[in-house]
């Protein structure tokens, strides 16, 4: 991206995911083998001993149900999930100012008093520094206040403070908005349009900066570069599952379906945040833009998580297809031995996320709603209906990998052969579709 914090973070990120992977290969293969078979001992009260069969439970009953009816199943929750995403046609990236800090907060008590002392732009000034050749040049920056008072959205310019050699300069325009809108943001690009247009061949070069343009420059930079870190991480993800599961369907549902979760809690972000919609309950009492990096890590941490829960749910389905070869009954097994362990996972990340949005900071929350919502989504509208219902509907042609992408793709394999070898299929169990 080329912007320093976002480098360490991401950086960062990615050392601690290398740890945590070290430690499952390495480490607890080790205590597991030193705690054997008392890792079962001791049983958590009121709670069912866990079922290893695959054609009992929740999951098996809710996947057979599906299956006698995928197309209404894949048209409800895709309408809930392009419905839940509707909001984020109007998305604005921004950064939110000291104005949606507490009311218990100093910065916050200061930026009300400076707005109702001097105006909402008085906590944005954006600074003009002046780079002067000659005394061309020095006339040109005395007459450039009169002409930005005139630029629409300017409340103040101050005279431009000259250095010893008058070789540079500097003046400060007061906008009439606050720091976070969207009127200010456009100021500062009109700003640096028209200071090149009636600066040229003046002597005078003219550079927009300050806090509020690094903000915005900022955002500008990291949403110039979204598409490219969409492309490679949903590319890379591709390639991934085909080598594992020897499928082109299946790599290609993944990265829409994970898009379509990540979409509908982009949508949530912006209804809570942007619009306002329950912002009261968590805490939030003013609207702004959501923060122009947030769009960035969501997408990649909510990929990978998604990702998880794929290869869980898909890789037992492709163990039980390998063995029987039965599309319909390898998807209700699959979901049934894998729905506990989906949904515990997935309800340990919404509670701990779900409590960032105690917090006091506005972009705290944001993590919080955005990564709990998209989690919840995807392994309940996703995993437990959209999956079923789809694989159900496509059959054999989930697994269908042409022979010549079979001989080129490295293999990598997550099932032991030597646990798939075929066994008599089960008698079949009628399911009826509705057209």
Do not use: C
């Not at 078979?37 to 054609?55: C, F, G, M």
């Not at 949530?268 to 945040?273: D, M, N, P």
């Amino acid at each position: 991206v080329g912007i320093q914090f976002v480098a360490d973070l991401g950086t960062a990120a990615a050392l601690i995911v290398a740890l945590s992977v070290g430690i499952a290969l390495f480490v607890m293969p080790a205590i597991l083998r030193l705690v054997g078979h008392r890792i079962d001992r001791w049983r958590v009260p009121l709670l069912p001993t866990v079922s290893y069969e695959s054609e009992s439970g929740m999951g098996y009953r809710l996947s057979r149900l599906i299956q006698r009816a995928p197309i209404p199943a894949l048209v409800i929750s895709l309408g809930v999930l392009l419905l839940l995403a509707v909001p984020l046609l109007s998305i604005r990236v921004g950064s939110s100012d000291a104005g949606n800090n507490p009311d218990t907060f100093t910065s916050r008590r200061a930026y009300d008093l400076l707005s109702e002392g001097f105006g909402p732009g008085f906590n944005g000034p954006v600074l003009v520094a002046l780079e002067i050749d000659g005394a061309q040049g020095v006339a040109a920056a005395r007459e450039l206040p009169a002409k930005l008072k005139q630029l629409p959205g300017v409340v103040h310019v101050t005279d431009p403070r000259f250095n010893a050699e008058q070789t540079a300069a500097t003046l400060t325009v007061i906008p009439s908005t606050s720091p976070q809108s969207q009127a200010t943001s456009d100021l500062v690009h009109a700003l640096r349009g028209d200071l090149s247009k009636d600066l040229a061949s003046s002597g005078a070069t003219a550079y927009v900066g300050g806090t509020t343009a690094m903000f915005i420059d900022i955002g500008d930079r990291i949403m110039s570069r979204l598409p490219w870190l969409f492309l490679s991480v949903i590319g890379l993800s591709f390639l991934l599952l085909m080598m594992v599961f020897r499928s082109i369907l299946v790599p290609l549902k993944a990265a829409l379906m994970n898009l379509l979760a990540i979409g509908a809690a982009y949508g949530v972000l912006v209804a809570v945040f942007q619009w306002g919609w329950g912002a009261g309950l968590i805490g939030v009492s003013r609207t702004g833009p959501i923060e122009s990096f947030l769009p960035m890590f969501l997408f990649a941490i909510l990929f990978g998580l998604s990702m998880d829960y794929e290869v869980f749910l898909v890789s037992r389905i492709r163990e039980e297809y390998l063995i029987t070869r039965d599309a319909s009954a390898s998807v209700a097994r699959g979901l049934s031995v894998t729905t506990r362990l989906i949904t515990a996972a997935a309800a340990i990340m919404v509670a701990v996320f779900l409590s960032f949005a105690l917090g006091d900071q506005r972009v705290i929350k944001e993590f919080g709603i955005g990564l709990s919502s998209a989690i919840f989504i995807d392994a309940t509208l996703v995993r437990l209906i959209l999956v079923p219902a789809f694989m159900q509907i496509m059959g054999d042609a989930n697994w269908w990998f042409p022979s010549w992408l079979d001989r080129i793709v490295p293999r990598i394999s997550i099932e032991a052969h030597h646990a798939l070898d075929p066994r008599p299929a089960p008698a079949p169990v009628p399911v009826l579709v509705e057209d």
